[in-house]
């Protein structure tokens, strides 16, 4: 019988995305390792229309929403 636990599975290649905002290509780790994970700014995400933003955007729409 196979342990559940030695089966691996292939992590995903990170998703390629283009910012909402820029346009600006970028990656998107769905295993939970993405970059915005590591942010101190946070949006409601997403914004009706949009999909993720690249770190500029996300800092610049964060600043914005703090005034």
Same mark, same amino acid.
């Given at each position: 019988?196979?342990?559940?636990? @030695?089966? =691996?599975?292939?992590? +995903?290649? !990170?998703?390629?995305?283009?910012?909402?905002? %820029?346009?600006?290509?970028?990656?998107?780790?769905?295993?939970?390792?993405?970059?915005?994970? @590591?942010? =101190?700014?946070?949006? +409601?995400? !997403?914004?009706?229309?949009?999909?993720?933003? %690249?770190?500029?955007?996300?800092?610049?729409?964060?600043?914005?929403?703090?005034?």
């Amino acid at each position: 019988m196979t342990n559940p636990k @030695e089966i =691996t599975h292939p992590q +995903p290649a !990170p998703r390629r995305l283009a910012c909402s905002r %820029c346009g600006i290509e970028f990656g998107c780790d769905l295993s939970g390792n993405c970059w915005c994970a @590591e942010e =101190t700014a946070k949006l +409601p995400m !997403p914004v009706k229309g949009e999909d993720c933003l %690249c770190r500029d955007c996300l800092r610049k729409a964060a600043g914005k929403s703090a005034k």
